[in-house]
């Protein structure tokens, strides 16, 4: 866009696609704009949208669209706002934000016990509707505060995905608005491309507007578990690990078993989720195991809106404390063929010993996957990681400014030692940890599905209106 009539062009354009009502879109030079409108989640990527909308029917979406594409503007949807690429401000600047903020729609089909769910929907309140609705669940991630419209279209790893398959795997139908700003329906009947687009790679196809999901009966009994190990040696601190890598590689290990287990600095931290009964859980013998110095935390649940307010510790939240801050991650897989092997882990702990991060807050997740995940074939969704048993996730946050030198250095170390141990992990990451630095980062978030998403691509969005820094590219 250049010069100034038609920026003047493109701005009237956007308030007639709201109906005319201004206080559903905001400009740059809007006053406040940073901190009312745009809401960066990592300060660490600065992005400065040419405008946001916050459209109030899938009409007004469309229209926005349409505009965008007319005028030559990137456009991105954005229902949380949690991205960690700040990709749902685009992830550079200059784009069209489409806040579906809005989108809270909810409603359940009794007979079927499929739900319809708007994005903008968070998923605490998803939670509770579904729950209200019959007594009903889904599998999801553990943050209150992310809303679906991000969340079901990239994966949606959670403490039911074992049994349920991903956030994503629930989606039986959707509603979305195409490059072409038209408003179609997808499903297993029609437009099967669509959904197959959606259900892992949404971002570079179009903007969802309604989900129709299957839901399931909802746990009545669970047990939840949390230890702490304050171990001394690097060596010490290894064998937790390497032992808990076996026990979660078991071939028979139960579903109804999820674990996490949590690398800060000095602490290891062993928590999870088992869903049956006290008896159940203690016959898995964790505590002989993993011999706790302290008597863990364990919390025998009988109601399921308990069980995901007690949720398992969002780590990221903890150290970010769920507010805007400077932060960087970075995400590899490991399949059952492709564990971490001995040695990589003491050499992970010998350099955690020997490196200075260059920041108090940072840590490392091990999250258990596999179960039902496992079982959907790799190219039935856009999500391309079937196969992996457990994901390793490495976060470094600075609440005091950019990410520094020092910082970079120590968590490409940390993934370093991983990738170079196992080149095959590093081919895995997570759509919903993006790493902005990453090269090829499609190869590695979409894998083997990728040739066909990016000939998708360029039959249902040839002019990549629906561009991301690390989306997919027209074939």
Known sequence: MGNTTSIAAGRDCLVNAVGG?????????????QSTAVEAYNLNIPVTPAAVTFPESSEQIAAVVK??????????????????????????????????????QFSMDESSYIATIGPGTTLGDVDT????????????GICPTIRTGGHLTMGGLGPTARQWGLALDHIEEVEVVLANSSIVRASHTQNQDILFAVKGASASFGIVTEFKVRTEPAPGLAVQYSYTFNLGSAASK?????????????????????????????????????????????????????PPKNP???LVLTDWLGMISHSLEDIILRVAGGVPTYFYAKSLGFTPQALIPSSAIDDLFDYIEKTNPGTLAWFITLSLEGGAINNVPADATAYGHRDVLHWVQIFAANPLGPISETTYDFTDGLYNILAKAVPESAEHAYLGCPDPRMKDAQKAYWRDNLPRLEELKAELDPKDTFHNPQGVAVA
């Open 21 to 33: 009502n201004q206080a559903l879109v905001a400009f740059q030079d809007q006053l406040l704009y």
């Open 67 to 104: 505009c965008a594409s007319e005028h030559d503007y990137k456009v991105q949807a954005r229902s949380g706002g949690h991205s960690f690429g700040n990709y749902g401000l685009g992830g550079t600047n200059g784009a069209i934000v489409v806040d579906m903020k809005k989108f809270d």
């Open 129 to 140: 509707e579904l729950y209200n609705a019959g007594g009903r669940a889904m599998a999801h």
């Open 238 to 290: 290894a064998k937790l690990v390497k032992d808990w890598q076996e026990f979660i590689a078991q071939d028979n290990l139960t579903w109804k078993f999820y674990s996490n287990m949590v690398i800060i600095d000095g602490d290891i931290i062993l928590e999870g989720i088992f869903f049956g009964s006290k008896e159940e859980f203690d016959a898995l013998e964790l505590e002989n195991r993993f």
């Open 296 to 298: 863990g935390n364990i």
